[in-house]
């Protein structure tokens, strides 16, 4: 029998998950970029082919073009020695933006400005810019600032629609307020004597089967 399919959660941090579904999205969300540099053959990949004169022999990309590339694609091409790539900070995690995230970041729509805050802020700490102490500090506040408010109305709607409190949250946000709902529901399922009997979880089973294979060898 094959086994149900369990999702692979998001890696936060400078290098994402390929085997996670929203890791996957998430790069795909595009960079506002410059090439420093002549991009010989990459004229008509990129979707600049009529760009002047200079993709006309090798169909080169000419120096100080300005880009918007899929993340994945900008931090395989960025260098910060060889100079292939610029990147600019996307509006969001400039310091506009985060002079209202430090004033009160549960006003902010982030599902709006971003279904992947988060993430893909993480992911901007790969690219070299002075600014990446204070983008990391504000993402950090943000998501410290947001959560109790996020777990406080997941633990107030039980059998309610709550499709207006999630309208606002990114996809992380989204995956918390899931799992206090579940847990919610859970709770309400045992206190109503749904819950035929406790099982031990998929963690304490597993330690039990390598225990019991370290004893037979």
């Not at 790069?27 to 970029?33: I, T």
């Not at 790969?126 to 959560?147: C, K, M, V, W, Y």
């Not at 309208?167 to 859970?186: I, M, P, S, V, W």
Request: glycine share 6%; aromatic share 10%.
């Amino acid at each position: 029998m094959a086994e149900a399919y369990s999702p692979v959660e998001a890696g936060l941090g400078p290098e994402e998950s390929f085997l996670s579904l929203a890791d996957i999205l998430m790069s795909q969300e595009r960079l506002p970029c410059r090439a420093e540099a002549a991009l010989p053959r990459l004229a008509a990949v990129l979707g600049k082919a009529s760009v002047a004169a200079a993709a006309a022999a090798q169909d080169a990309l000419p120096e100080g073009t300005k880009l918007e590339l899929p993340l994945w694609l900008a931090k395989g091409l960025y260098d910060n020695k060889q100079r292939i790539l610029s990147v600019e900070l996307p509006t969001v995690y400039k310091e506009s933006w985060r002079t209202v995230f430090s004033a009160d970041a549960n006003v902010v729509d982030l599902h709006k400005l971003g279904p992947y805050y988060y993430g893909f802020g993480s992911q901007m700490l790969h690219f070299d810019s002075p600014e990446n102490p204070e983008i990391a500090q504000t993402i950090l506040q943000t998501f410290i600032g947001r959560f109790r408010r996020i777990m406080d109305s997941s633990q107030n709607a039980f059998n309610e629609d709550t499709s207006a409190l999630v309208a606002r949250l990114d996809e992380l946000e989204r995956g918390l307020f899931q799992a206090g709902q579940k847990g919610l529901n859970d709770f309400q399922g045992w206190e109503m004597g749904h819950a035929s009997q406790i099982t031990a979880s998929s963690l304490v089973q597993n330690y039990r089967k390598r225990k019991f294979s370290d004893l037979d060898s």
